[in-house]
């Protein structure tokens, strides 16, 4: 299985949005990982369409877009329009999950699922024949930088049996508390994408952080 590296941009330098872009752009990284926050699902506010637009501008690489908002339902096709590749919400934010999956895809793009730390995969059994993904937490959504909780690589571990099990071709990603300590072991887990924020803009060579989580 191929490994992705997803670099979330709630950890780049916002005065330098395009430069740090551009820098993912020229990466090994295959993927960039945009978070947004309401306030409201998360104790957090990030930002919204006009810097994912500039964002969108300065690369051609695929936009994982994750979503901690509730009603998800209500701005999924923006997100789309605006250039998500990927469009990942939280299983806990609405009660229309088959409809965001279905909203999704009629606008084009791929779907994801989430889980926070608190939910079991089982939330989500039923919908994971229609998903293009699942995103499991690795933190409390809200905010970059925090440590990794264990218990998170056994729910990789479930997805991945229940692939099997499902016959479903979703790929396993995860979000929150990703370093170099850990990636080769989540990878080996089961993940398919490792999302890393503080990681890579974090390192003094983001680039070299890049091919270091991706084990090369
Ligand atoms: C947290 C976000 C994560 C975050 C990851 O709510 O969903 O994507 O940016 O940051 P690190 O890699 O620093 O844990
Ligand atoms: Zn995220």
């Not at 979330?8 to 395009?18: C, I, T, Y």
């Not at 960039?32 to 926050?37: C, G, L």
């Amino acid at each position: 299985m191929k490994r992705i590296i997803s670099p979330s941009m709630l950890s780049a330098d916002f005065g330098n949005l395009a430069r740090d872009t551009r820098m993912i752009d020229e990466s090994a990284a295959e993927w960039v990982h945009i978070d947004v926050m309401d306030g409201r699902f998360v104790p957090n506010i990030s930002f919204g369409f006009p810097v994912l637009k500039s964002i969108v501008a300065a690369t051609e690489k695929f936009m994982d877009v994750h979503l901690m908002i509730v009603e998800p339902e209500t701005y999924l096709e923006r997100f789309v329009k605006a250039g998500a590749d990927l469009v990942v919400f939280h299983v806990e934010a609405t009660e229309k999950v088959e409809e965001c999956i279905r909203i999704i895809h009629e606008a084009g793009a791929k779907a994801g699922i989430s889980i926070k730390p608190g939910t079991p995969v089982d939330a989500i059994r039923e919908w994971l024949p229609m998903v293009d993904l699942v995103l499991v937490m690795g933190v409390e959504p809200g905010f970059g930088g925090q440590k990794f909780i264990e218990g998170s690589t056994d729910k990789v571990r479930q997805l991945k049996a229940l692939r099997e099990e499902l016959g479903a071709d979703y790929l396993i990603e995860l979000d929150g508390g990703v370093c170099r300590d850990n990636a080769e072991m989540l990878f080996e887990a089961g993940c398919d994408v490792l999302v890393a924020g503080s990681a890579v803009f974090g390192a003094a060579d983001p680039k070299a952080e890049i091919l270091a989580l991706l084990g090369e």
